[in-house]
């Protein structure tokens, strides 16, 4: 069983930066691909960034390409998500995921384990 907890969230003015973090517990990441989603109020879930196991691999939502850093840590069990350059349709609540799926599959199928969230909310 894999534990996921976000953190690094919060209020951030249009144009400021915010870094997610994703630590694991339980179980090591090391084979899993790790990704970052999110859910705007009133809205569908929706794929931000994937990364797959061994980092050598990187996917990003068209509307965060140029913006978004998605990294890992595989000592630290840790994924991360640097966000710049934000707007404020960037406000949702961001989630952390694990799959057991080839990174390149991470949007086909539903992850194995689910982070509870972290608020990021931007200002105009």
């Known amino acids: 069983q894999v534990q996921l907890v976000e953190s690094g969230g919060g209020l951030v003015q249009a144009g400021g930066s915010l870094r997610l973090s994703c630590a694991a517990t339980?179980?090591?990441?090391?084979?899993?691909?790790m990704g970052w989603f999110r859910q705007a109020p009133g809205k569908e879930r929706e794929f931000v960034a994937a990364i797959s196991w061994s980092g050598g691999s990187t996917y990003y939502a068209d509307s965060v390409k140029g913006r978004f850093t998605i990294s890992r840590d595989n000592a630290e069990n840790t994924v991360f998500l640097q966000m710049n350059s934000l707007r404020p349709e960037d406000t949702a609540v961001y989630y952390c995921?694990?799959?057991?799926?080839?990174?390149?599959?991470?949007?086909?199928?539903?992850?194995?384990?689910w982070g509870q969230g972290t608020q990021v909310t931007v200002s105009s």
């Open positions: 339980g179980r090591t990441l090391g084979r899993y691909a």
């Open positions: 995921a694990a799959s057991s799926s080839p990174v390149v599959s991470f949007t086909a199928r539903p992850p194995n384990y």
